[in-house]
């Protein structure tokens, strides 16, 4: 193409709501031919909110409100540090109910799998089933207390509803199993079908669990889910696409969607999304409509391929 033809589209790319930073993206654009979306603050809203909270008890100690309220402060006390959705879910819910936060001690990050810290010199940790298992906090009957195969069946509840279980280990033992919903973008199911029609392969690809993904998946017209995996692993799938001929638009929002970003051929960030990811994209969609992708794809074929 043209530097003029670029420069065009370009221009009608931002009046759709998508800025480019990288004019040869628009050309790679022309020949995509598989999307991979994110699914949280992507395909999803991006603001979840804690609905459901089940406690696990062993079986000569119930938690009294208080206990409650203790364990729900140390939680969102860790969680502010997070800049993960799901962490200003937990932290608005514990606000909200007007549970005052204690001071964080220790806090680190597990990328992908949640957090660990120390508050009132206790141990938490906040995050998916991985993080458990990287801590070796088992899940199943009998490590803590008959009531934890519960937890297992309660995420699988939360799961098949298309919510987020986080689990919540104190000091090794688990002690609550949260519910996060994520509300999907109201336009998510027609853009699928729109960047389906052209012949596009859709993907969603998310660190959250199989059977949320797939749930929400289901919803929105998407029968590729890759779930359950790490930053580099999104990159490497990425890669793996490629690697089998296609040129790839990757679309997401986090810190986490970065590196897939940079690999992509065409990196989209949401301009909701984080810094890191708006860095590492080279357009982002201005509008939180998903069905400015399906346009831009036929935009920049329409300008760019024709002209040449
Ligand atoms: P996604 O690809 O859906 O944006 P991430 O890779 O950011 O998801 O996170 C994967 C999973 O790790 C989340 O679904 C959640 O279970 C867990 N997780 C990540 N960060 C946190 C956190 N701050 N608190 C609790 N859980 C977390
Ligand atoms: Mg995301």
Redesign the pocket.
């Known amino acids: 193409a043209t530097p003029m033809s670029i420069m065009v589209s370009v221009g009608r790319a931002a009046q759709m709501g998508v800025l480019v930073k990288n004019g040869e993206a628009l050309q790679s654009a022309s020949k995509v031919d598989c999307v991979v979306l994110?699914?949280?603050?992507?395909v999803t809203q991006g603001k979840p909110q804690v609905t459901d909270i089940h406690w696990i008890e062993a079986n000569d100690q119930a938690f009294s409100d208080e206990d409650k309220r203790v364990l729900l402060g140390a939680i969102a006390s860790l969680?502010q540090h997070?800049?993960?959705?799901?962490?200003s879910a937990?932290v608005s819910y514990v606000k909200q109910a007007s549970i005052p936060l204690p001071v964080t001690e220790i806090f680190t990050?597990?990328?992908?799998?949640?957090?660990e810290g120390r508050v009132d010199g206790t141990d938490f940790l906040?995050?998916?089933q991985?993080?458990m298992a990287a801590f070796d906090v088992q899940s199943g009957e009998g490590v803590t207390g008959s009531h934890s195969g519960f937890a297992v069946e309660a995420a699988a509840q939360f799961a098949k509803q298309g919510k987020?279980?986080?689990y919540v280990a104190k000091a090794g033992k688990l002690v609550a199993t949260i519910a996060i919903a994520d509300p999907i973008k109201a336009d998510a199911k027609e853009a699928i079908s729109a960047i389906r029609s052209q012949g596009i392969r859709v993907v969603l690809?998310?660190?959250?669990?199989p059977q949320?993904?797939q749930a929400v998946a289901a919803q929105v017209g998407i029968e590729e889910v890759i779930a359950g995996?790490?930053?580099e692993q999104?990159q490497q799938h990425i890669k793996a696409l490629q690697q089998q001929g296609h040129v790839v638009a990757m679309v997401?929002?986090?810190?986490?969607?970065a590196p897939a970003l940079m690999s992509a051929d065409v990196g989209i960030a949401m301009g909701s999304g984080t810094e890191v990811a708006i860095e590492s994209a080279d357009m982002t969609l201005l509008s939180q409509q998903l069905i400015v992708i399906a346009n831009l794809l036929a935009l920049s074929r329409a300008t760019i391929r024709n002209i040449k």
Do not use: C
Not at 38 to 42: I, M, R, S
Not at 205 to 209: A, F, K, M, Q, V
Not at 252 to 257: E, L, M, P, T
């Open positions: 994110d699914k949280t603050g992507t969680e997070s800049e993960h959705p799901l962490a937990m990050n597990h990328q992908g799998k949640g957090i906040v995050g998916n991985a993080l987020t279980a986080i690809l998310t660190g959250d669990n949320t993904a995996v790490l930053p999104k997401g929002d986090g810190i986490n969607d």
